[in-house]
């Protein structure tokens, strides 16, 4: 835990939690992560925007209360998610007089998961205004990221946006302001890729609000907050737009090296193209990376064994997963595997359905992958290798 002035009258409460390795059970998170909440003292009222997890609340109210503040008028909730909201129960506890701010959604969405009562909160819209005396909050609907009901909240003298989830990263640092690293570059693409990727067509909207406003900085409710909010805004079209990669992803599960024989073939094939690949072994393969791949590649390749008369648990799993983030890919290709039959291929297609783009060629074999099977993976390279060179993919 820690309490940082970032300038007068504004602290950041930041909830350093180093240890935690997984968010919503799903998401690893290889560093931890943090908990921004922002308290900003007006010359009449005083604020608080987000506040912390459910696991960290005692901590929470300590940092809070060394700030020495006597009152909190206003609790501002950008998004209902109990990572930031997990604290306004004793929050509300501790400042009676407080009353959450927040629009109609999250307020339903908070009475749903914290039950808050409906007298204790004070619902806002667009554009609408709270004057703290000399320090003016005013409210723009940011909302599917990454949920319904997300919001900003613009500090519009010092020109500041919160923004939350929205442009945040999975970062713990005691640096807490950063002009953008290398660091915090891959943090928040991994943390776009996790979280934002599903919303990709509403990202641009949202990004063009905060934009509008000019902000000097963006301050999330996870990692660093943004004194160049450029790299970040930047980052973010280039992640939510069109443009892929010449870049293939081949996910795999091997159980007996049949299904492996075919991927390092098809490897060196698509290098001999000049098509750029990441392999992951899907027992040992770290999600937010491929969720990171999902991001740039232009091609994705499962391959799989048959197991139990479909595919493996594991392809099962991440192709599902792939399913649920949407990606931007535009070829895909599938290897299999089989021992004596099973219906793989259309089980793994069945679950890709949100995939839009074009099935280049289903692989299947008996076993080991035999000569029918290599001239096969050696022809998908050279079709992946032509649909990279005509989409302007591959430069030489
Ligand atoms: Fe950081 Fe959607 O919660």
Redesign the pocket.
């Known amino acids: 835990m820690a309490v940082k002035k970032i300038k007068e009258d504004l602290y950041l409460i930041n909830t350093l939690h180093w240890e935690r390795r997984l ?1 919503d059970e799903l998401i690893p998170l290889p560093e931890g992560t943090t ?1 921004n909440a922002y308290l900003i003292k007006g010359k009449s009222k005083t604020a608080l925007i987000d506040t912390t997890d459910t696991l960290k609340v005692e901590e929470f109210l300590s940092d809070l209360k060394s700030i020495g503040i006597n009152r909190i008028d206003y609790i501002i909730s950008n ?1 209902a ?4 909201s997990g604290a306004i129960p004793a929050v509300l506890n501790l400042f009676p007089e407080s009353i959450v701010v927040t629009n109609e959604k999250c307020a339903e969405l908070l009475k749903t998961h914290l039950q808050i009562p409906q007298d204790k909160f004070m619902v806002i819209g667009e554009g609408d205004t709270i004057d703290l005396g000399g320090k003016t909050l005013k409210f723009i609907m940011t909302p599917w990221v ?2 319904p009901e ?1 919001q900003t909240t613009l500090l519009l003298e010092d020109k500041i946006a919160f923004t ?2 929205f442009f ?1 990263s999975h970062l713990p640092t005691t640096e807490f302001t950063s002009d953008g690293t290398p660091e915090l570059y891959t943090a928040a693409k991994r943390y776009y890729a996790e ?1 934002m990727a599903p919303f990709r067509n509403m990202i641009p909207k949202n990004i063009e609000k905060i934009e509008n406003f000019s902000p000097d900085m963006i301050c999330p ?2 990692g660093p907050i943004y004194t160049n909010p450029q790299f970040i805004i930047n980052a973010y079209k280039d992640w939510s737009s069109n443009k892929v990669e010449n870049l293939v992803a081949i996910l795999y599960v091997s159980m007996h090296h049949s299904v492996e024989r075919a991927v390092r073939f098809l490897e060196q094939k698509l290098i001999d193209e000049g098509v750029n690949v990441k392999v992951f072994n899907l027992t040992v393969a770290d999600t937010g990376e491929i969720a990171m791949a999902l991001i740039d590649i232009a091609t994705l390749i499962i391959a799989t064994p048959t197991v139990l008369a479909s595919a493996h648990p594991l392809t099962v799993y991440y192709t599902y997963l792939a399913n649920a983030l949407r990606p931007k890919t535009k070829y895909l290709a599938i290897i299999n595997s089989y021992g004596w039959g099973g219906k793989t291929v259309d089980d793994l297609k069945n679950i890709f359905s949100n995939f839009k783009g074009e099935i280049i060629d289903v692989i299947s074999f008996k076993g080991l992958p035999d000569q029918n099977a290599y001239e096969s993976l050696e022809k998908l390279a050279k079709a992946i290798g032509e649909k990279h060179r005509s989409d302007g993919l591959i430069k030489n």
């Not at 998610?81 to 930031?84: A, L, S």
């Open positions: 968010f908990y998004h998610e109990q990572d930031h990454h949920w997300t939350c989830d945040g979280i409710s996870h």
